[in-house]
């Protein structure tokens, strides 16, 4: 299930996925940096490479696998944390609405059945997820996967400025 959405608003939701897409266009101009920087680097060296380019030609795939790497293990893990929340408002909708049920079927006047039906329509209608709920899970998703490749793209931009 998703995370609890209560007082987000279409704004608040609108200036989030508006950040991501900020931190997505930085990562990007930094990237194309850092690849205009490696290509003048190949042309420079053709067949001859120094040290130097020979340790930043073999971090180049190192820092890829490891960013993919990372990138993966934070999708995984905010997926883990994602159907924790999920089971546990799961089970909770389920035991309200089993108590509220059971109240209702337990009922002994007009009036009871009439006030505990409604609270039954609440509970069943709060259990459902929200289009905010699902939206802001889906932002805590892809945040988390484009963390890491943001920070090596952003950390190796700033290391190759001063070649």
Do not use: C
């Not at 190949?42 to 190192?62: S, V």
């Not at 699902?134 to 988390?144: D, E, P, Q, V, W």
């Amino acid at each position: 299930m998703m995370p609890r959405a209560r007082g987000l608003s279409h704004r608040s939701a609108w200036l989030s996925w508006a950040d991501l897409g900020q931190t997505y266009a930085e990562m990007s101009a930094a990237a194309v940096q850092v690849v205009g920087h490696r290509t003048q680097r190949m042309i420079a060296a053709a067949g001859n490479p120094n040290a130097g380019d020979r340790r930043e030609f073999a971090l180049m795939g190192r820092e890829k696998v490891d960013a993919a790497a990372h990138s993966a293990y934070a999708v995984g893990s905010e997926l883990l944390r994602m159907n924790y929340r999920a089971a546990t408002q799961a089970w909770i909708a389920m035991l309200t609405a089993s108590t509220d049920m059971l109240s209702l079927a337990a009922s002994r006047t007009p009036g009871q059945v009439v006030a505990r039906r409604a609270r039954l329509d609440r509970t069943l209608r709060r259990a459902g997820p929200t289009a905010a709920a699902l939206s802001a899970a889906s932002l805590s998703l892809t945040r988390a996967a484009l963390k890491p490749v943001h920070s090596r793209a952003m950390r190796n931009a700033k290391r190759l400025r001063g070649w």
